[in-house]
């Protein structure tokens, strides 16, 4: 089986084709192939192939073989993989994921792709939508206990559901106790991403993440939309801003005019090869 090993700033995965509705029969598969000792290594492992709704499809299993709707990094990582190996012929075209079409523009130089930009859709707001179980009609500053201690917390989905904290300082933030504290915590029935963040200024801001099913990671791409969703709701920056990430930077906007959310950031392949186990 041939794969390919990409990464969305230093988020990582193992890229193969095939077909969507054989996607739950790829668990067993995903845990071998993401061990990072005795596998390819990575965060997930994406199956992805032209499609019959869309022009091609994404689904994603995690390293502990869980399903997440969608993965802002790993669709970047996509929209290059068929790109440049022609699954698709257009710089604008739709994947059809769990979360409903998705769909990114690639922008190329000397016949690569060295950014995407990404539609991502409207944000979710509506705490039974993302789920989380407020008692509220819309989203806003909320608080729970974990690990021990009280934390002030923004719910937003990107097609899968994120928790929101900001920090005065990121670098203080105990990431490997906290972020699986809050992940389990039962105000998400199905568990959550977790983002912690420091405002720089009005357009800046640096992120650290817990992913739902992955742990930590150097950069989330939904993560950092629900960001600056819940930074711009709360009035702690305007509609678009650079957010620094352990991987690297990636812009976000979101407009008044469309209400969608727009991520835009580099894809990289690191090698190909053939899986054998």
């Given amino acids: 089986m041939r794969f390919t090993k990409m990464h969305g700033l230093g988020n990582d995965f193992v890229v193969i084709e095939g077909g969507w509705s054989d996607s739950a029969d790829y668990r067993d598969l995903a ?101 989380v179980l407020l008692n509220t009609e819309l989203t806003g500053e909320s608080t729970l206990t974990a690990a021990g201690r009280e934390f002030t917390f923004i719910p937003v989905s990107m097609g899968n559901p994120h928790c929101v904290i900001f920090v005065d300082k990121l670098d203080a933030v105990p990431l490997a106790e906290w972020g699986p504290a809050i992940e389990n915590h039962p105000l998400f029935p199905r568990k959550t991403n977790v983002e912690f963040v420091e405002v720089l200024g009005p357009e800046e801001m640096r992120m650290k993440v817990w ?28 509609r678009q801003a650079v957010i620094h990430l352990a991987g690297g930077d990636l812009f976000i906007e979101w407009p008044q005019s469309s209400n969608h959310v727009y991520m835009t950031g580099p894809a990289a392949e690191v090698f190909e090869g053939e899986w054998k186990a």
């Fill in 211 to 238: 992913e739902r099913g992955a742990g930590e990671t150097l950069a989330c791409g939904t993560g950092a939309c629900a960001t600056l969703v819940a930074a711009a709701l709360t009035g702690r920056t305007g």
């Fill in 31 to 131: 845990l071998r192939l993401c061990d990072r000792h005795f596998g390819v290594g990575g965060d997930g492992l994406i199956i992805t192939g032209r499609d019959s709704e869309g022009d091609i499809f994404m689904r994603i299993i995690n390293s502990d073989g869980s399903e997440p709707e969608m993965c802002g990094n790993g669709i970047r990582c996509v929209a290059k993989y068929a790109w440049e190996r022609g699954l698709v012929d257009k710089p604008r075209f739709t994947v059809r994921t769990l979360a409903g079409p998705i769909r990114p523009e690639v922008y190329i130089e000397d016949g690569k792709v060295v950014r995407v930009k990404v539609d991502m859709g409207e944000p979710v707001l509506k705490p039974g939508d993302i789920p």
